[in-house]
Nanobody, 114 residues
């Protein structure tokens, strides 16, 4: 069964940090680029970050540039999203996705609030 499972979300104060993880199973993780998306209440789901199969190339959305970093460990079938200097507007459900496939995780809630 092909699936990805996110973890690491939670409640954090503005300026704080979180690291999200996405573990894949049922497929050859290293064969796929991976992406993080987020969806805030009342808004459309948006692409936050992407990483190529080997991890050599990454990119993040302008709204999180300089604060978020994406990485992966193919030996552990895991992708990460390091989120620093969090702002209230980063509050959303964060999802990982296998490349451009229809395989999405169930999401993990990130809430930034004092």
């Amino acid at each position: 069964q092909v699936q990805v499972v996110e973890s690491g979300g939670g409640l954090v104060q503005p300026g704080g940090s979180l690291r999200l993880s996405c573990v894949g199973s049922g497929f050859i993780f290293a064969n796929y680029p991976m992406t993080w998306y987020r969806q805030a209440p009342g808004k459309e789901r948006e692409l936050v970050a992407l990483i190529t199969k080997t991890g050599e190339t990454t990119d993040v959305a302008d709204s999180v540039k300089g604060r978020f970093a994406i990485s992966r460990d193919n030996a552990k079938n895991t992708m990460y999203l390091q989120m620093n200097s969090l702002k209230p507007e980063d509050t959303a459900i964060y999802y990982c996705r296998v490349g451009l496939t229809t395989t999405w995780g169930q999401g993990t809630q990130v809430t930034v609030s004092s």
